[in-house]
């Protein structure tokens, strides 16, 4: 329940293995227009062989506390398609407009994927609204042999993420 007045945050998530054979990943969820500023850091961690997604980022403001992914490892995610929801490695969702109109404010600095499956290693999806995608940013290393894509829709503002290949 924290506002943008409520100050600052600082939140470093460091070295942490996220494994699970019935769930999901990491999720930042509801970092809302009026939510605080500040930093949410996910440093050197790996999420591998989940269910669901690796990682989600749901109903974050571009405005609000900025969230990074730094060096961070996933593997061998989102193994099962009847999973509820997105059925790739990172899922970017904005849920409810009421939350924010502006989604993003995400940075990934280093990190890797390593999936096999034939789908995008990011996808951004809108259930409400038709904003686009907002200041997201950084680069993320993709080994994958059917190929490396972002669905990332057409309106994008700020974005300069990156997907390249990783070397054999």
Same mark, same amino acid.
């Given at each position: 329940?924290?506002?943008?007045?409520? *100050?600052?945050?600082?939140? $470093?998530?460091?070295?942490?293995?996220?494994?699970?054979?019935? *769930? =999901?990943?990491?999720?930042?969820?509801?970092?809302?227009?009026?939510? &605080?500023?500040? $930093?949410?850091?996910?440093?050197?961690?790996?999420?591998?062989? =989940?269910?669901?997604?690796? !990682?989600? !980022?749901?109903?974050?403001? +571009?405005?609000? +506390?900025?969230?990074?992914?730094?060096?961070?490892?996933?593997?061998?995610?989102?193994?099962?398609?009847?999973?509820?929801? +997105?059925?790739? #490695?990172?899922?970017?969702?904005?849920?409810?407009?009421?939350?924010?109109?502006?989604?993003?404010?995400?940075?990934?600095?280093?990190?890797?994927?390593?999936?096999?499956?034939?789908? &995008?290693?990011?996808?951004?999806?809108?259930? %409400?609204?038709?904003?686009?995608?907002?200041?997201?940013?950084?680069?993320?290393?993709?080994?994958? #042999?059917? *190929?490396?894509?972002?669905?990332?829709?057409?309106?994008?503002?700020?974005?300069?993420?990156? $997907?390249? +290949?990783? %070397? #054999?």
């Amino acid at each position: 329940n924290l506002k943008a007045g409520s *100050g600052d945050v600082s939140i $470093l998530f460091d070295q942490c293995h996220i494994s699970s054979r019935h *769930g =999901t990943g990491i999720r930042v969820s509801k970092v809302a227009d009026d939510g &605080p500023r500040g $930093l949410i850091e996910f440093r050197n961690c790996t999420v591998e062989n =989940t269910e669901g997604y690796g !990682v989600k !980022v749901q109903d974050k403001s +571009a405005a609000a +506390a900025r969230v990074r992914f730094v060096n961070c490892s996933i593997r061998n995610v989102a193994r099962n398609r009847a999973y509820q929801g +997105a059925w790739v #490695p990172v899922w970017l969702h904005l849920s409810r407009k009421s939350v924010t109109t502006r989604f993003g404010g995400i940075d990934f600095a280093d990190c890797t994927v390593e999936d096999t499956r034939d789908r &995008p290693v990011v996808f951004f999806e809108q259930t %409400e609204g038709d904003f686009g995608l907002f200041d997201v940013t950084g680069t993320i290393t993709v080994w994958n #042999p059917a *190929g490396v894509r972002a669905a990332l829709g057409e309106k994008q503002h700020g974005v300069t993420l990156t $997907l390249k +290949a990783m %070397e #054999p």
